[in-house]
């Protein structure tokens, strides 16, 4: 069964580090995602991209962050200067098309510390 | 403002016992869709099940179900005969046709089933 794959599990970075986490989407989604979930707290939207652009960011998603599909399979989020506060596990979905009878497919998250 | 409300912080039953999950939900679209997903302690989050709003009839799956009611804006999942392996954080999420069609998540509920 296709799945959404994100490495590192678990990274571990400086503050102020930069840091990019990665995604292999599922091959023939084109719809792709961050998510940001803080310990103990609710899953929280960063962004989503489509057709090669942000079609959508959170007030969350400020000017530290990026993302990019370099070569039409990885799908990453770069924090340039990481802060403790961006300690949380990071979620990246993808979905196939528009529509209420399709659902975002989770990758099983790349938990990030910053220390 | 789309928002969704899981009161129930945390519950703890025991083993067998059935045990129900709130969601309270709000938006102003009148097409949407729902989600059920489960996220154990290793921190991926597993789909249970999406609904979209044209569709109000309650679903079951072995030992899970979902009360869908329009009129109280409420999708509430019951786990029946509940087993140790239940237990995990549980999120109820709205998801959103116009724009990204992002997902909004509530504060989730942490199921404990104890033996």
Aim: aromatic share 14%; proline share 3%.
């Amino acid at each position: 069964e296709p799945e959404v794959t994100q490495t590192p599990s678990h990274q571990v970075t400086q503050m102020g580090q930069e840091v990019i986490l990665r995604c292999v989407p599922i091959s023939n989604h084109l719809y792709f995602y961050w998510y940001r979930q803080i310990l103990g707290q609710k899953v929280e939207f960063l962004v989503s991209f489509y057709n090669n652009e942000i079609s959508e960011k959170s007030e969350i998603f400020d000017d530290q962050f990026s993302v990019e599909r370099p070569d039409g399979s990885n799908f990453t989020l770069k924090i340039r200067s990481t802060k403790l506060e961006d300690s949380a596990m990071y979620f990246c979905a993808s979905r196939t098309r528009t529509g209420v009878d399709t659902e975002a497919f989770f990758g099983q998250g790349t938990r990030l510390t910053v220390v | 403002a789309q928002k969704v409300t899981q009161a129930q912080t945390e519950i703890s039953v025991v083993e067998k016992e059935d045990v129900t999950l709130d969601c309270v939900y709000e938006t102003r679209d009148t097409t949407y869709y729902l989600f059920w997903y489960k996220q154990p302690p290793s921190g991926e989050l597993v789909f249970l099940i999406r609904r979209n709003s044209f569709d109000e009839q309650n679903e079951i799956s072995g030992r899970y179900s979902w009360n869908f009611q329009k009129s109280t804006s409420s999708f509430n999942f019951t786990i029946t005969a509940s087993q140790v392996v239940d237990s995990a954080v549980y999120f109820c999420a709205l998801g959103l046709i116009q724009g990204a069609q992002k997902l909004v998540f509530g504060q989730g509920t942490r199921l404990t089933i104890n033996p």
